[in-house]
């Protein structure tokens, strides 16, 4: 198994530093220029140094610019020791054989969004925001960076072959409908697409016939009628992708709770181990430190765009609504026990598991209560 500790400080550290220093003042630079970077650095990377392709899930709009103006930064930050080499969603393989080419060595790297290894990594489901979970991107950062999230994922992915480097926020998703969604029995017959996995089961268990599209796919199953409702991001993806010509409706959950079934959308830097390997210890302390950079800076920007989206989507006549608490409720009652299944599949998910629930349950948090889960057994 592949060593899961982050490198310990202090290797060239006035270097180092003076490095990561420039990393987040290059990175504002590059949100700061949304319509494209200029990369005069791209020919010194190809000339001396390691480079990586890396496929995103992103199909288009602000999250595929600021994903490729990111990878674009990376050569001039590191003075072409690495480079990385973007490809959008099904540029090189498809959303879901993504896992397969990063292990297999076709991709370097991949920038997936975590829940789709479900089938495959059934912790998975607890490494991204669940129905009713963790419900702010800083208690996914606390789970990740100070309860032992990191360490768990990088040892899944390391039996897998490749490196888990780090987590990166999107924001909430929200659901695309044509005919308006009110409350959950609305939510009963429709055919829906949704990531799989537990949030999948949720909606089956209210009643949605749900179907596993990667993003790119959305809109034409959404246009020939295949689907009539869709789980994707936020805002700005959403409008870029045009599913306001294809819907009329938004769903969202209570004011002030954008998502019930994925309030947090995380997606990730996955690495394969050989390419991982082959990086300097420094490189390697370079590469983390600069997802974690990335993931605020990525957030930040996507929601800055989201709020212009949302203007847009009114102009467009687009009609959103809202579930009530007693959704909420309802909600937490089909989530809860499955919670337990998806946990109880293996033993990496449940420890995974106790951490969030421990949490949650916690004076910090307090989403769960001891009467919530008392029918409920963990199998650690």
């Given at each position: 198994?592949?060593?899961?500790?982050?490198?310990?400080?202090?290797?060239?550290?006035?270097?180092?530093?003076?490095?990561?220093?420039?990393?987040?003042?290059?990175?504002?630079?590059?949100?700061?220029?949304?319509?494209?970077?200029?990369?005069?650095?791209?020919?010194?990377?190809?000339?001396?140094?390691?480079?990586?392709?890396?496929?995103?899930?992103?199909?288009?709009?602000?999250?595929?610019?600021?994903?490729?103006?990111?990878?674009?930064?990376?050569?001039?930050?590191?003075?072409?020791?690495?480079?990385?080499?973007?490809?959008?969603?099904?540029?090189?393989?498809?959303?879901?054989?993504?896992?397969?080419?990063?292990?297999?060595?076709?991709?370097?790297?991949?920038?997936?969004?975590?829940?789709?290894?479900?089938?495959?990594?059934?912790?998975?489901?607890?490494?991204?925001?669940?129905?009713?979970?963790?419900?702010?991107?800083?208690?996914?950062?606390v789970f990740y960076y100070s309860l032992g999230g990191l360490e768990k994922a990088r040892a899944l992915f390391a039996e897998q072959g490749m490196h888990y480097v780090?987590?990166?926020?999107h924001g909430p998703n929200i659901i695309h409908s044509k005919v308006p969604i009110q409350s959950i029995d609305d939510f009963r017959g429709r055919k829906m697409r949704?990531?799989?996995?537990?949030?999948?089961?949720?909606?089956?268990?209210?009643?949605?016939?749900?179907?596993?599209?990667?993003?790119?796919?959305?809109?034409?199953?959404?246009?020939?009628?295949?689907?009539?409702?869709?789980?994707?991001?936020?805002?700005?993806?959403?409008?870029?992708?045009?599913?306001?010509?294809?819907?009329?409706?938004?769903?969202?959950?209570?004011?002030?709770?954008?998502?019930?079934?994925?309030?947090?959308?995380?997606?990730?830097?996955?690495?394969?181990?050989?390419?991982?390997?082959?990086?300097?210890?420094?490189?390697?302390?370079?590469?983390?430190?600069?997802?974690?950079?990335?993931?605020?800076?990525?957030?930040?920007?996507?929601?800055?765009?989201?709020?212009?989206?949302?203007?847009?989507?009114?102009?467009?006549?687009?009609?959103?609504?809202?579930?009530?608490?007693?959704?909420?409720?309802?909600?937490?009652?089909?989530?809860?026990?499955?919670?337990?299944?998806?946990?109880?599949?293996?033993?990496?998910?449940?420890?995974?598991?106790?951490?969030?629930?421990?949490?949650?349950?916690?004076?910090?948090?307090?989403?769960?209560?001891?009467?919530?889960?008392?029918?409920?057994?963990?199998?650690?």
């Amino acid at each position: 198994m592949a060593d899961t500790k982050q490198p310990k400080p202090g290797i060239d550290r006035r270097n180092f530093f003076k490095t990561a220093a420039i990393t987040g003042a290059a990175f504002v630079g590059a949100g700061a220029t949304a319509g494209g970077l200029a990369k005069p650095w791209i020919r010194t990377a190809a000339a001396a140094g390691t480079n990586w392709k890396i496929q995103t899930s992103w199909p288009g709009g602000v999250g595929l610019q600021i994903f490729k103006d990111w990878c674009g930064s990376i050569a001039e930050k590191t003075g072409g020791e690495l480079s990385l080499e973007p490809f959008g969603a099904k540029d090189v393989v498809g959303d879901f054989q993504l896992f397969d080419a990063v292990k297999n060595g076709v991709l370097q790297a991949m920038n997936p969004f975590t829940l789709y290894w479900a089938g495959r990594i059934p912790a998975s489901v607890f490494l991204s925001s669940y129905p009713l979970g963790l419900r702010n991107p800083h208690e996914w950062d606390v789970f990740y960076y100070s309860l032992g999230g990191l360490e768990k994922a990088r040892a899944l992915f390391a039996e897998q072959g490749m490196h888990y480097v780090g987590p990166i926020h999107h924001g909430p998703n929200i659901i695309h409908s044509k005919v308006p969604i009110q409350s959950i029995d609305d939510f009963r017959g429709r055919k829906m697409r949704l990531p799989g996995g537990m949030v999948a089961e949720v909606f089956q268990a209210a009643g949605a016939k749900t179907t596993l599209l990667p993003g790119s796919e959305i809109f034409p199953a959404l246009e020939k009628g295949t689907i009539d409702v869709a789980d994707y991001v936020g805002p700005a993806i959403n409008y870029a992708l045009g599913f306001h010509q294809v819907t009329k409706y938004i769903s969202m959950g209570p004011p002030g709770f954008m998502s019930l079934y994925q309030p947090v959308d995380l997606m990730d830097l996955t690495v394969g181990m050989d390419a991982w390997n082959a990086l300097s210890p420094q490189m390697k302390q370079f590469v983390e430190m600069e997802v974690h950079v990335y993931s605020d800076m990525h957030h930040a920007a996507i929601q800055k765009a989201d709020q212009e989206a949302w203007k847009k989507f009114d102009e467009a006549g687009t009609i959103v609504t809202r579930l009530g608490e007693s959704d909420v409720e309802k909600f937490t009652e089909l989530a809860i026990p499955r919670w337990y299944a998806w946990a109880n599949k293996d033993k990496h998910a449940a420890e995974i598991f106790k951490i969030q629930l421990d949490y949650m349950m916690s004076g910090s948090l307090g989403y769960v209560t001891p009467g919530m889960v008392k029918d409920q057994k963990l199998d650690l």
